[in-house]
């Protein structure tokens, strides 16, 4: 076991209807899509290479990224391809499938991993579709297959508010991961790191696992967040590549190297508190939710939650789950104004500030919350809020501004390539100046990215 981290900032935000460890019974979902906005790094416009009508397998290639057409997209289930839908500009926004009642996966040839080696294992996952899985720190972008990272990082368990539980998600999945986590060993230039919560005694599949540098993390939210894993174990710092990988997405490369077959099924949680039966439902990459939803809602007045409260995106009640997500939230939407919210106590509700009442009731108290900002945009101020629930060496104040402000020399000081926009996202939630944070940390990525 390597080091164990103990992490005294951050916040844990409690909210009321958390998935239940059951997984829903005879749920069907009819559509499944890829969108290709999902993957940050790639082309506007990637090369379609299917059409309405057309019939796909499981592991099928649905398009490729122009700027490096070996790494292809596949379909996640097998079924007719129904739509490609666009957005503004001919950009394609998703592709839609209409999925068979039996999956049925493209063969895909069996190698040994004994025997190949890093550059023909790369090529390999690139044709059969594995290679969405990777993330490249920094930037958060498509990992890049021309590099070769410094270590390759995993995190055990996700402490964001309503998270999936991992150690219920990885059940019976022992032989998957550890395959998974054989193909990972291949392709870093060092070590494989495995981030464990030791606040909650981890699933065997989780502590039997072998070639893999296991630490253990003690903290509050945002400690399930593998960037900030990465700043206490092995911080990146200008020049470095660092690549990581969702658990439940190491047991699907774990399928395509045992199996012979592209499958991502997986366990997503449907939670919230707008949710009549918070629980797991199994599905593949990209499931449509409107078969969760249905009967399903304690009223129609609600905002549907690709992801968690502070990182997901507004979604369609009958669209479908962003690629890297196995979590979706519903809550009330918050479109009601409060008479003198900032002045008048009224209803409880999450905050890191002790004006509110509902502090007094501690941390361990589930909230019943909606969309509503409680407030408006105000001036950006320093007021030392973001520090205290950061658990990182960094100044996340000073670096927005210095985003704000095109101040590349600054943005490389203060730590850009240390961050994304979900390690900063409970900053954002703790702001006073309602300020869009995570927005602000992209356009900084980005302005770096193009400077190269």
């Given at each position: 076991m390597g080091k164990t981290i103990q992490l005294k900032k951050g916040f844990d935000i409690n909210i009321v209807g958390k998935a239940e460890k059951k997984v829903a019974g005879n749920f069907v979902s009819n559509t499944y899509s890829i969108k290709p906005t999902d993957f940050k790094g790639i082309a506007p416009i990637p090369k379609i290479l299917v059409q309405p009508g057309d019939e796909v397998k499981a592991g099928d290639p649905?398009?490729?990224?122009?700027?490096?057409?070996?790494?292809?997209?596949?379909?996640?289930?097998?079924?007719?391809?129904?739509?490609?839908?666009?957005?503004?500009?001919?950009?394609?926004?998703?592709?839609?499938?209409?999925?068979?009642?039996?999956?049925?996966?493209?063969?895909?040839?069996?190698?040994?991993?004994?025997?190949?080696?890093?550059?023909?294992?790369?090529?390999?996952?690139?044709?059969?579709?594995?290679?969405?899985?990777?993330?490249?720190?920094?930037?958060?972008?498509?990992?890049?297959?021309?590099?070769?990272?410094?270590?390759?990082?995993?995190?055990?368990?996700?402490s964001a508010p309503l998270a999936n539980d991992y150690n219920f998600s990885v059940v019976d999945q022992a032989e998957y991961l550890q395959k998974g986590v054989d193909v990972l060993n291949i392709l870093s230039g060092s070590t494989v790191h495995l981030s464990l919560n030791a606040r909650q005694q981890p699933a065997n599949e989780l502590n039997h696992?072998?070639?893999?540098?296991?630490?253990?993390?003690?903290?509050?939210?945002?400690?399930?967040?593998?960037?900030?894993?990465?700043?206490?174990?092995?911080?990146?710092?200008?020049?470095?590549?660092?690549?990581?990988?969702?658990?439940?997405?190491?047991?699907?490369?774990?399928?395509?190297?045992?199996?012979?077959q592209y499958n991502t099924e997986r366990l997503f949680a449907l939670a919230g508190p707008r949710i009549s039966t918070p629980q797991y439902y199994k599905g593949?990459?990209?499931?449509?939710?409107?078969?969760?939803?249905?009967?399903?809602?304690?009223?129609?007045?609600?905002?549907?939650?690709?992801?968690?409260?502070?990182?997901?995106?507004?979604?369609?009640?009958?669209?479908?789950?962003?690629?890297?997500?196995?979590?979706?939230?519903?809550?009330?939407?918050?479109?009601?104004?409060?008479?003198?919210?900032?002045?008048?106590?009224?209803?409880?509700?999450?905050?890191?500030?002790?004006?509110?009442?509902?502090?007094?009731?501690?941390?361990?108290?589930?909230?019943?919350?909606?969309?509503?900002?409680?407030?408006?945009?105000?001036?950006?101020?320093?007021?030392?809020q973001y520090e205290n629930v950061l658990p990182m060496d960094l100044y996340p104040m000073q670096l927005a501004k210095s985003i704000l402000a095109n101040d590349f020399d600054s943005m490389e000081g203060l730590g850009i390539y240390e961050v994304l926009e979900e390690d900063l996202a409970l900053c954002e939630f703790a702001c006073t100046s309602k300020s869009p944070l995570q927005k602000i940390i992209r356009q900084g990525l980005n302005i770096m990215l193009e400077q190269g």
């Open positions: 649905l398009f490729f990224d122009k700027q490096r057409p070996d790494i292809k997209f596949v379909s996640p289930v097998s079924g007719e391809v129904a739509e490609i839908r666009r957005a503004a500009k001919r950009a394609i926004a998703e592709i839609v499938i209409l999925a068979d009642q039996t999956n049925k996966y493209r063969e895909i040839e069996k190698v040994d991993l004994n025997l190949i080696d890093r550059e023909d294992l790369i090529k390999h996952m690139m044709e059969v579709g594995c290679w969405p899985f990777l993330t490249q720190r920094p930037f958060g972008i498509l990992a890049d297959p021309l590099e070769t990272p410094r270590a390759i990082f995993i995190s055990g368990f996700d696992l072998k070639n893999v540098e296991k630490h253990t993390i003690d903290g509050p939210h945002p400690a399930g967040n593998v960037g900030v894993q990465i700043h206490h174990i092995d911080p990146i710092n200008k020049g470095d590549v660092i690549w990581t990988i969702k658990l439940q997405d190491v047991i699907a490369l774990g399928r395509v190297y045992k199996d012979g593949f990459v990209g499931v449509g939710v409107e078969n969760m939803l249905a009967n399903n809602l304690k009223d129609e007045h609600v905002r549907v939650v690709s992801g968690n409260v502070l990182t997901g995106s507004k979604m369609d009640p009958k669209g479908h789950v962003s690629f890297y997500d196995n979590q979706i939230t519903v809550l009330e939407e918050g479109d009601k104004y409060e008479f003198f919210g900032w002045l008048v106590p009224n209803y409880p509700k999450p905050s890191v500030s002790k004006t509110y009442l509902s502090s007094i009731f501690g941390s361990k108290k589930s909230f019943d919350v909606n969309t509503n900002t409680h407030g408006e945009p105000r001036a950006f101020v320093v007021t030392g």
